[in-house]
């Protein structure tokens, strides 16, 4: 399990302190993936663009994490069973 705080963050960790929000070890990438999120992928950047007043990042995927009921026979994910937000 990972926790990730940064005196940045604190008024978002303050806002979220009532939830127990789980995070594991990525498998190629070292970063978190949310163990509620039924996708996480895992990408590498391989550019970034200055667009305005943001940086547009590009990724490789390395890795895609799936809820196995989500997925098909065929490896596949069917993104219609996903309940989006």
């Keep these: ?3 990730i705080l940064t005196l940045h ?3 978002l960790a303050a806002h979220y302190s009532d939830y127990l929000i789980l995070l ?3 498998i190629k990438i070292n970063a978190p993936v949310s163990d509620h999120c039924p996708v996480n992928i895992e990408c590498r950047v391989v550019d970034s663009t200055v667009t305005g007043s943001h940086e547009m990042f590009v990724g490789k ?3 895609v ?3 196995s ?3 098909d026979n065929e490896g596949n994910i069917d993104f219609s069973s996903i309940k989006f937000l």
Aim: net charge negative.
């Design 1 to 3: 399990m990972t926790a």
């Design 9 to 11: 963050d604190l008024n």
């Design 24 to 26: 594991s070890d990525g």
């Design 61 to 63: 995927i390395e890795y």
């Design 65 to 67: 994490h799936a809820d």
């Design 69 to 71: 009921k989500l997925v």
